[in-house]
Structures are given as C-alpha cells and as structure tokens.
C-alpha cells in the first residue's frame, strides 16, 4: 500500500516563511533582547501481520527502489485510525555496504546483536536457507535470535488508546516476546513452534502482564526462549490507534487552542508600561500563575507576529487582528528609523527609540515582504514601502567588499556591524531577491547573487550517514534554506538552484541511512524537509526522492522523539532513542515538541503528504503535549514545572506548528 496520492495543486507561495521558520527557536523573545544589544490477554493466535516498513527511496546500491508505504491500516473509524508502528518487519530492506563504528551492517529500522548476520532467507518450504538464493530473487527473510541474539524496535502510541496495542508475527523456534513501556515491561513466553506459527499480544494481554495500564513509548523486542534456544522471526507487526480527526473537527481544535494562547500573550505580553502603550511583546510571564517575570527594555521585531499574521491567513479574528494592527503601527512608527528606514529598538518603559543598539535586520525586513505579499490589503502598500526603504539603504550601506551582504547595523547612520555570524548575512540576501521580485527592481537580485556566489565559492557539504549532524540540519538546514528561498524568489538564477540541490544531493544517501540505520537526527533536521519542500516543487524530477525520504524521516523522529510519558520532546534521536543527556550538549529543549509539530504540519500539503497518518501523527503529537504541557496561562518550556518561575514561552514553541497547521485548513 503506498502514500494515498491528491490530486496536485498549487501551493500557497510561503517563500521566506516556510524556509527560515527555523529562526523561531523558543526563547526567540529573550534572544530578541540580545539581538537588539548587536549578537544574535495472554499469547493467542493471530493473523497475518504487515509485511512492509517505511522504504527509502532509490538514493544508492543501499535502498532499493520501492515507492513510499503507508502506516495506515484500513481507514477512519470513530475518529481513530490504526497504524503499524514498527517499520520493515518482514525484514527486507536491505543495507548492502553501510557499516556502524563497530563495522556491523545494521538491519534497518531494527536494533540487534550482529545486524545483518542475523538475517536468513528462507527457502520454498519457508526454512532458512542453507545456501544463498539465487541471484535477483526476492526470497522471504526472517531474523535469527539465537544465544544472545535479539532484534527490537521501538513502537510509539498515543497514550490513551495504548490498550488498543496489538503485536502480530510469525516465528519458527522457541522464542519470546518482550514489550517495554514507559515504566515496565511484560515477557511472553511463546510455545515452540515446530513451523512457522502465527502470534498475537493484545493490549490486554500486555496489560495484565502489567498490572496496570500501558504508558507508551513501546519497545517490542523478540529475542530466544533462553540461551540454548533458537528461534526466527517474521511478518512482524505492532499496531494501535492515533486520534484522526477529519480536518474541519481538527481545524475546530486548533482554533480554540491559538484562541487561548493569543489572548494570554496579547494581554499580558504585550507593552502595558510606561506613558505610551504600544503594540510591542516585551513582558515574560510565568505559565502557571500569570505573572510578569521580567520587562525587556530594549525589544524589536519578535516571530510572535508573524505566527500571528499565519493564524490570521487561517481566519480574521477579532481580537488577533487588532493584536496585529496594534504592532504593525508601532513597527511602523516607532520600529523603524525615519531617515535610514532600518529596524530600531524601542524601549517600552521609557517610550524612546534606542538608535544607540546596532540590530539586525533580517527577520524584520521578511515580515515586511511578507505582509506586503500576502497580509491585509490596508497594510501591503505600507510595508512594501517599509521594505524597499531598507533595501535601499542595504544596497548603499551593506555590500560589502568581499561581495557579503551585511546582516546588522546602527538604525541612525547605517553603520555596519560586523559582529555577527555569516549565516546572518545570508538571512539577509535572500529577502534581497525576494525584494526584486516583488518590485521588479534588478539591482536587489544581483546584491544577493553575489553575495551566495561568495558562499558556494569556499563551501563544501560534510557528514556521515552515523553522524550526520550538524552537517545536515545546522549547515545545509540554513545556507541550503537560504538558496531555495532565493532559487524560488528567482527561478532563473542559476546559483541559487545548484546552491540547494548540491546540498540535496550530497544528503540524499547520508539521510537515507541515517534515519533507518539508527544515525544521529536532531530535532531540528525538521528544518531541512520544509526546504526540500520547496526543492521538490522546483525540481519536479527530485519531487519523489524528496517526499519518500521525508516520509521515512517523519516516520523516525515520530517514534524516536517519544519519551516515557507518553508525550513528544523536542530531542536529538540516536539509534531511534531520544537523548536526553545528549541535550544540553547540543541546545535541545527537552519540552515541547515545536520542530515536530512544525514537520508534520509543513508536509501536510496537497499532492505531498497530505493523508490521514500525518493528521493523526500530528493530532497525537498535539493533544499529548497539551496534556503534559500546558498550564492555565500558556505552555511550559520544559518537562517539568520548576520551583521559581515558570516562563511561558513554550507557548511559542507550539505556536508555530499551530499556526501552520490551522492556516492549511480553512
């Protein structure tokens, strides 16, 4: 069963919205201060199981050409929908020459003793076969475990319907099931079976063994009865239930959620200080009780309003619209210098303009070009204005003599900061093509041509299919972002186009390994599907490849980004387990799940991977972290509450995947 296939049609173009929505980190609102400073039941029978697992595209000699399956079995029932969690549990994926730091040939999806060692074809009578098949057949295969031998995968679920969990397979031997949740695990111990002999664990089954009710995440591990014992394993399958609400009930949801989380932040984050109220976010303030933690004096433009110009794109709002008209005439007005037209800092409690702070510009002149493409039509001819005023200013002030493009000045004078890192730069000279083409003017386009010919010039693409982040999700997520925002804003640039799909092309394999061979996948790889969406639209003959290989991914960091509790956290995943030591190493916020939210709601398109799965996976991913997460004033951070004060900027890690998601369903 392959991806059910809409019928194409054109996208909404989100150029710079879908490509540098990574810059909406949480904690976006306190690094927005310091961008202002210049830095930026028993065992029974069963039937038959799922014989097909998530399959890479044909990217290498390593993955066989197969087209993109499908989890899903059978449809919407009741609102739920049934799909397997485990992937390639018939085993015939295939990993011809990737090896790990051990020099082990992994069995994809899988973890076990000797990979690949462990897997045997079997011949016309179904036993394992003493010699190899002959070549260009596809014999069936199942997994040895023998001695210490085992193979597991982990299963996500959605906690509520965990009891709904079903186990299925064939074995040959004397072996036994283990399944792990959250806090436990049940053993089932399996008859020897003479001949391949079908098995089920039932949700009540498992919690029985339990003694309670299962809390995913699921790890189901097949492994021999004891250490003389030898036991083959195929057909395997683990299913459950995800919440599958059609997209109106789901768009229904999601409005009463943004509802909530706008009201908290426009009436207790916005500028209540000072004589002169403005539109501005400069308040923290605490998720559980409410109150202000901390003014920021200095504060400028803050993804908060464009996640609010999103929803806006989903329905007119009262209260979001008067929210965004309030800011948008305190940018406007007080936001953006009268000579110079570049971004400025306000201070809210002071009410004056801190000219003294160099700021950078980038996010600001996107918002501009954004409003002005697609926003109210009372705003569009001011902010097309806004932006041409700093383009200007870039192109007499900015370029630099190495060709860059500076990403931060002083708002007065337009003196060049250049305390700031190069990736800045390019944040910058992909809103100057996007500016050509919304004025036609040429000038903007050669600035930013340049500008990426510098980079492509002294850049080489790096990583490992074991270790490759942050190659991937650091380097190309960004510089690759920039060019095929800049590729689309000028289809006919070359640069830009050889930029993003070099990139591609080198990640391609490496990806593909990583995500089924148990690689490093930080969470905000996420940031890289949501740019190939834009490569795959602009190179249709990569479009397949791009969408298979993302669904494979998706399809990992849904069930690796699961920790105990059932809910979803925002975590670097190796060998398909989140790594939560590994967080604070890496930046990862071990909280709510903003790039997976953002994922799965940025390939939910037309003719891509709009399906049913994918609202289901995203449903779940939602309502878990709704449950674990949010307190009666907005959405934790972290895990955990603390003792002191609580911000409520994990609301702003939800936002963005919200937003999103709710603009796509009106």
């Known amino acids: 069963m392959t991806i059910p296939t809409a019928t194409p049609s054109p996208r909404v173009a989100l150029p710079w919205t879908r490509a540098a929505v990574a810059c909406f980190a949480a904690g976006a609102f306190l690094a927005a201060t310091v961008l202002a400073c210049g830095t930026q039941a028993a065992v029974a ?68 003793k000797l990979g690949l060692e462990q897997v045997v074809e079997l011949d016309d009578e179904l036993r394992p076969r003493k010699t190899p098949a002959p070549t260009g057949s596809r014999a069936r295969r199942a997994a040895r475990t023998q001695g210490d031998e085992f193979v597991e995968q982990p299963a996500p679920a959605f906690a509520p319907y965990a009891r709904g969990v079903r186990v299925t397979g064939q074995v040959l031997g004397a072996g036994r099931v283990i399944v792990r949740d959250g806090q436990g695990e049940a053993v089932f111990a399996l008859e020897d079976a003479p001949s391949w002999t079908p098995f089920e664990i039932t949700g009540d089954a498992l919690a029985a063994k339990l003694g309670r009710e299962p809390m995913p995440r699921f790890v189901v591990r097949f492994e021999p009865a004891d250490a003389a014992a030898t036991a083959h394993w195929s057909e395997l399958s683990a299913t459950s239930e995800l919440p599958c609400p059609s997209e109106a009930e ?45 003014t920021v004096r200095a504060v400028s433009f803050y993804s908060f309003f464009d996640l609010l110009r999103m929803a806006l794109e989903g329905e007119d709002v009262p209260e979001w619209r008067a929210g965004f008209d309030v800011f948008l005439t305190s940018l406007l007005e007080l936001g953006l210098h009268p000579v110079t037209g570049l971004p400025r800092a306000w201070d809210c409690e002071a009410d004056v303009a801190r000219d003294d702070l ?38 007499e002030k900015g370029i630099l003599p190495d060709g860059n493009v500076a990403a931060s000045y002083l708002p007065a004078d337009a003196r060049v900061n250049l305390n700031i890192g190069r990736l800045r730069r390019l944040d910058v000279l992909v809103h100057l093509a996007r500016l050509s083409k919304l004025t036609g003017d040429a000038r903007f386009e050669a600035a930013s041509r340049e500008a990426l010919w510098t980079f492509e010039y002294s850049h080489l693409w790096s990583g490992t299919w074991q270790q490759i982040d942050p190659a991937f999700d650091d380097e190309y997520g960004h510089y690759g972002a920039r060019a095929a925002a800049s590729w689309r804003a000028a289809p006919q640039e070359k640069v830009f186009r050889e930029l993003a799909l070099e990139g591609w092309k080198h990640f391609q394999p490496l990806w593909t390994d990583s995500v089924r061979l148990g690689g490093t996948c930080a969470a905000d790889q996420v940031r890289c599907w949501v740019l190939l969406m ?33 809910a979803w956290e925002d975590l670097t995943v190796i060998d398909y387990d989140p790594q939560l030591t590994f967080a604070q190493k890496v930046g990862d916020f071990p909280g709510a799940p903003q790039n997976l939210l953002h994922g799965l709601s940025a390939v939910y398109e037309p003719g891509y991977l709009r399906t049913d799965e994918v609202r289901a996976m995203f449903t779940a991913v939602m309502r878990s972290s709704i449950e674990t997460y949010k307190r009666p004033h907005g959405f934790l951070m972290e895990r955990f509450e603390r003792k002191g004060p609580n911000t409520a900027l994990g609301s702003m890690r939800m936002l963005l995947g919200l937003a999103k998601m709710f603009s796509k369903l009106k």
Do not use: M, Y
């Open 45 to 112: 029978p069963g039937g038959g199981a799922n014989s097909s697992g998530a399959q890479s595209a044909a990217v290498s000699a390593r993955a066989p050409s197969l087209p993109p399956p499908t989890s899903a079995l059978g449809g919407v029932v009741d609102g739920r929908l049934r799909v397997e969690l485990l992937d390639n549990g018939a085993f015939v994926e295939d990993n011809a020459a990737a090896l790990d730091r051990d020099g082990v040939r992994r069995i994809p999806w899988w973890r076990s």
């Open 358 to 395: 160099p700021l950078e510009i980038g996010l600001t002149l996107g918002f501009l070009i954004d409003v002005a493409e697609r926003g109210p039509e009372r705003w569009k001819e001011r902010c097309r204005a806004a932006a041409i005023k700093i383009g200007e200013t870039v192109l």
């Open 534 to 566: 834009d490569v795959a639209e602009l190179a249709p003959e990569e479009k397949e490849a791009i969408r298979s290989a993302t669904w494979s991914a998706l399809r990992g960091h849904f069930k690796g980004e699961q920790g105990g509790r059932g």
């Open 250 to 294: 789901l768009r229904a949801e999601l409005r009463g959620v943004l509802e909530w989380i706008f009201h908290e932040c426009l009436t207790r984050g916005i500028d209540s200080v000072g004589p002169k109220k403005t539109g501005w976010f400069c308040h923290d303030f605490d998720a559980v009780t409410g109150e202000r933690i901390t």
